[in-house]
C-alpha cells in the first residue's frame, strides 16, 4: 500500500507565500513522477505542477512564475513552493505519485488565499 500525506496547507493573504510538502511511504520501489494538482468547487482537478526522478518539471501556465515544484528523491517527497498567491489559487490540492502504470493520490490539503 502506498500512502501520501499532504501538509503547509492554510490560510494566507494575497501576495503571500505557502510551502506545501507531500511524503510518500509503502511499496514504493521506482518512482516515475510525482506532482501537485488542484481542484476548486465546481471545477475539475487540473494539473499545477509535475517532476520526475530526474528533474524534469512541467507547470500550469497559470502558476509559472510563481509557484517552483521539487522533490527529494531518497525521502520520496515533493514540495511545492507558492508565492504570489492570488484568490483564484484557493482549492484543495493533491499530492501525486506515478508507479510505472500506476497513479496514487493524498487526501488534499486546503489552500485559501483571501484577504
Known amino acids: 500500500q502506498v500512502q501520501l500525506v499532504e501538509s503547509g496547507g492554510g490560510l494566507v493573504q494575497p501576495g503571500g507565500s505557502l510551502r506545501l510538502s507531500c511524503a510518500a511511504s509503502?511499496?514504493?520501489?521506482?518512482?516515475?513522477?510525482m506532482g501537485w494538482y488542484r481542484q476548486a468547487p465546481g471545477k475539475q482537478r487540473d494539473l499545477v505542477a509535475t517532476?520526475?526522478?530526474?528533474?524534469?518539471?512541467n507547470y500550469a501556465d497559470s502558476v509559472k512564475g510563481r509557484f517552483t515544484i521539487s522533490r527529494d528523491n531518497a525521502k520520496n517527497t515533493v514540495y511545492l513552493q507558492m508565492s504570489s498567491l492570488k484568490p483564484e489559487d484557493t482549492a484543495v490540492y493533491y499530492c501525486?505519485?506515478?508507479?510505472?502504470?500506476?497513479?496514487?493520490w493524498g487526501q488534499g490539503t486546503q489552500v485559501t488565499v483571501s484577504s
Open positions: 517532476i520526475t526522478r530526474d528533474g524534469s518539471t
Open positions: 501525486n505519485l506515478k508507479l510505472g502504470g500506476l497513479s496514487f
Open positions: 509503502g511499496s514504493i520501489f521506482s518512482v516515475s513522477a
